[in-house]
């Protein structure tokens, strides 16, 4: 049977001192009061699948961008990239995605290239899903450059519940579509900046899949897409 197949995950290392946390204090409840010890035992389950990292299968035809987080598209919108980055002043289409505390938090390379910029930026802690989060909370942004030169901006926005942004790549590192680079803890959320004149193949609502779902297609030349709920 295939990993994604199977009930249990495999957890990013990260997430083990949170899991033996929650179990110490899981152990405390139960001296406490038994009710409390089963809460805190569901507590712990959660903690582990929040710091899951399953495998995906990543579309490997070239041009595509595939989706950095798990989660649901919450914005689609012109704007301008964080100005640390040294991107022209000028409005991208930016794509975001909110991830809840139930989703997968590991975070994928929307497109293939050379990390040619890396910048963080310290802030607040808004809800992710609101539109100013982009520009006022604690963030990490990363400037991509494709192998024709275009550039693509991936950003790590910290939300209410989240204290703590992991980045795992560097400046000038070469990473594939799909490839993990970094992991938020508890809530928040992901824009993405396409490339001028790329159009997104998403919709507001959306359900995203981190380095499998894609976002938009830099061969192609159709318009932006609708969709509707049924």
Request: charged share 25%.
């Amino acid at each position: 049977m295939r990993m994604r197949d199977t009930f249990i995950k495999p957890m990013h290392p990260e997430g083990r001192r949170f899991v033996a946390i929650f179990a110490v204090a899981t152990l405390v409840l139960f001296l406490i009061w038994e009710v409390l010890g089963w809460i805190g035992v569901g507590l712990t389950i959660w903690c582990y699948y929040f710091f899951r990292d399953p495998v995906r299968h990543v579309p490997e035809r070239e041009g595509l961008v595939v989706s950095p987080a798990d989660g649901i598209v919450s914005l689609i919108e012109p704007a301008i990239p964080p100005v640390e980055l040294g991107m022209p002043d000028v409005p991208l289409t930016r794509v975001s995605v909110f991830m809840s505390v139930f989703n997968c938090h590991m975070n994928r390379a929307p497109i293939g290239g050379r990390v040619e910029a890396i910048a963080y930026r310290p802030g607040k802690f808004f809800n992710a899903s609101l539109d100013k989060a982009s520009d006022d909370n604690e963030r990490n942004s990363l400037l991509i450059e494709m192998e024709d030169g275009r550039q693509l901006a991936v950003v790590q926005i910290a939300g209410l519940v989240a204290r703590r942004i992991l980045c795992f790549t560097q400046k000038d590192r070469i990473l594939a579509t799909g490839q993990r680079f970094g992991l938020i803890r508890f809530g928040s959320r992901l824009d993405v900046y396409l490339p001028d004149g790329v159009e997104p193949l998403v919709a507001i609502g959306q359900t995203m899949v981190a380095g499998e779902s894609i976002i938009a297609d830099l061969a192609a030349s159709e318009p932006r897409r609708g969709a509707r709920a049924e």
